[in-house]
């Protein structure tokens, strides 16, 4: 018989209408999560709830935009109200670095870091509020390689923005130990373009990319999606302030 790893469990996912937070929401849900697909992009977000639905998971969508700190509460508000707690939160929600081509745009910089970071501080804040209500939890950050590596044609507010929410992930984890709260972080390499990609979507970039990877070939959202499942189950119950690369092995050439 299947156990079910996310048996009981809410889940809220950041950014699960498409990529690697869609794949995810699809993961926790056939281990037995019921799922909450938190997005701006509405119609994708529905057309993920319905997937999971058809494959006879629970989920539900919540229109959030990450960037919002009333929308985080309204949201964060509303599971509570349905479902009655939350066990796990992915901030997995972001923009890519490359979609200006423009290195040196100061607005751009400011975009990445309240995206891709604030979004997370934001989420932690008031998802941790949440858990410590519901008798502990999982918060799974996503950041990423470019953290800890430059790549050409990425602008570098998305590595910064990225070593924020790494930073993020240490220092939550140390100040909600005590709630019974792990706080852990995703660091994912050559995966499919996001939505936003420009540069890194160019085949030529992609194809010089993937060529410094010792693995040579790009990684697919599933492998994501189950590393996240890893660190939001209690099979990693005493794994917490960490960040796992899934980058076949980008990072240690
Ligand atoms: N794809 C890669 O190569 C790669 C590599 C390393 C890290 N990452 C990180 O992984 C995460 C997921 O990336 P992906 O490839 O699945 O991207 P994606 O573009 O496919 O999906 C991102 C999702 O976030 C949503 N989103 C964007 N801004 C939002 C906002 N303000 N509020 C709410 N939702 C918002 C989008 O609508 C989209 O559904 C991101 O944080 C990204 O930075 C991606």
Redesign the pocket.
């Known amino acids: 018989m299947h156990i079910m790893r996310l048996q009981c469990k809410v889940a809220l996912i ?10 995810t929401a699809d993961t926790f849900a056939r281990e037995g999560a019921t799922v909450v697909v ?4 509405d119609s ?2 529905a057309s993920a709830v319905k997937e999971i639905h058809a494959a006879g998971g629970q989920a539900h969508y919540v229109h ?5 700190e009333n ?1 985080w509460t309204a949201a964060i508000d509303e599971v509570l109200d349905l479902f009655g707690r939350l066990d796990v939160l992915v ?7 490359t979609f200006d081509p423009d290195l040196t745009s100061t607005g751009f910089f400011d975009q990445l870091m ?3 970071a604030k ?1 997370v501080f934001l989420g932690i804040k008031h998802g941790a509020a949440a858990m410590i209500r519901s008798g502990g939890g999982s918060i799974v950050n ?5 953290a800890t590596i430059g790549q050409p044609g990425v602008h570098m507010g ?1 590595g910064a ?2 070593a924020a ?1 790494k930073s993020m992930t240490t220092t939550a984890s140390v100040h909600h130990a005590e709630h019974g709260i792990r706080v852990n972080a ?12 420009r540069g ?1 979507a160019d085949p030529v970039w992609r194809a010089k990319q993937i060529d410094g990877v010792p693995m040579k070939r ?2 697919e ?1 599933q492998e ?1 999606a189950d590393v996240v499942l890893f660190l939001a189950s209690d099979e990693s119950s005493y794994v917490t302030g960490i960040e796992i690369l899934v980058d076949g092995g980008l990072t240690s050439v």
Do not use: E, Q
């Not at 938190?38 to 992009?41: G, L, S, Y």
């Not at 997995?92 to 670095?97: K, L, T, V």
């Open positions: 950041s950014g699960g209408a498409s990529g690697m937070g869609r794949a938190a997005d701006i992009n994708d977000g959030l935009d990450v960037t919002d929308a901030n997995n929600a972001g923009i890519s670095g309240l995206v891709n979004s996503l950041s990423s390689i470019s998305y923005s990225k929410v995703v660091a994912p390499g050559m995966l499919p373009p996001m939505r936003t990609s890194s790009s990684g959202v994501v």
